[in-house]
């Protein structure tokens, strides 16, 4: 689907920068990185908005999508396995990613390559959106992007770990929650321990 949708997910994602800025300027509030893996980057709106504000920092893109890497300029890879060593990152992020993914093991193997102390940053969906907010996103997704990413995004939405349970992942994997946040959408901040 990531790459029947890359082009029209790219323009969607370039309107919406300023959430991807907003987000980095966030992060920076809490972390100074210096090497930076953006997990499933999509088009690669994050890692730029990221270079901006870590402008010291490298920023390494991956995603699946082989148009969404061309976008990116990104590793085409399997978030469930990373092509680095252990240990080697000071902050993963993962923005709308964790949903299309099996989450305990992306965190494992986000833990995996992060440094000991390494901060693991998540944005993603809010299970307990209300369904009329749901419902017109669907609408508007399906006419923007595609019926198809619409309707796979409304099921996962719907079937997503609500906050709780992903602070509990986290934790069972080996991190120590820093700060959460929680609106249409959800925001952590956790580091490995």
């Given at each position: 689907m990531?790459?029947?949708?890359a082009?029209n997910?790219?323009k969607?994602?370039?309107?919406?920068?300023?959430y991807?800025r907003s987000f980095?300027?966030f992060i920076?509030?809490?972390?100074?990185?210096?090497?930076i893996?953006?997990?499933?980057?999509g088009?690669?709106?994050?890692?730029s908005?990221?270079?901006?504000?870590?402008p010291?920092?490298?920023?390494?893109p991956v995603?699946m999508?082989a148009?969404?890497?061309?976008?990116a300029?990104?590793?085409?890879?399997?978030?469930?396995?990373?092509?680095?060593k252990?240990s080697?990152f000071?902050?993963a992020?993962?923005?709308?990613?964790l949903?299309?993914?099996?989450?305990?093991?992306?965190?494992?193997?986000v833990?995996?390559v992060l440094?000991?102390?390494?901060a693991?940053v998540?944005?993603?969906?809010n299970?307990k959106?209300?369904?009329?907010?749901r419902f017109?996103?669907e609408?508007?997704?399906?006419?923007?992007?595609?019926p198809?990413?619409?309707?796979n995004?409304?099921?996962?939405?719907?079937?997503?770990p609500?906050?709780?349970?992903l602070?509990?992942?986290?934790?069972e994997?080996g991190?120590?929650?820093v700060?959460?946040?929680?609106?249409f959408?959800?925001?952590?901040?956790?580091?490995?321990i």
């Amino acid at each position: 689907m990531w790459n029947d949708v890359a082009e029209n997910y790219r323009k969607w994602a370039e309107f919406n920068r300023w959430y991807y800025r907003s987000f980095c300027l966030f992060i920076s509030q809490h972390v100074q990185p210096k090497f930076i893996v953006d997990v499933c980057s999509g088009p690669g709106v994050l890692s730029s908005e990221l270079k901006n504000v870590f402008p010291a920092a490298e920023v390494v893109p991956v995603d699946m999508s082989a148009k969404m890497c061309k976008f990116a300029k990104a590793i085409r890879a399997d978030a469930h396995r990373l092509p680095f060593k252990n240990s080697v990152f000071d902050l993963a992020v993962l923005c709308f990613a964790l949903h299309e993914l099996d989450v305990r093991k992306a965190v494992e193997e986000v833990k995996r390559v992060l440094k000991k102390e390494g901060a693991i940053v998540i944005a993603d969906l809010n299970s307990k959106t209300p369904w009329m907010f749901r419902f017109f996103a669907e609408v508007f997704l399906a006419f923007l992007i595609s019926p198809e990413y619409a309707k796979n995004l409304e099921m996962k939405w719907r079937t997503f770990p609500d906050l709780e349970l992903l602070v509990s992942i986290l934790k069972e994997c080996g991190f120590r929650i820093v700060y959460t946040r929680e609106f249409f959408d959800v925001w952590i901040i956790a580091k490995k321990i």
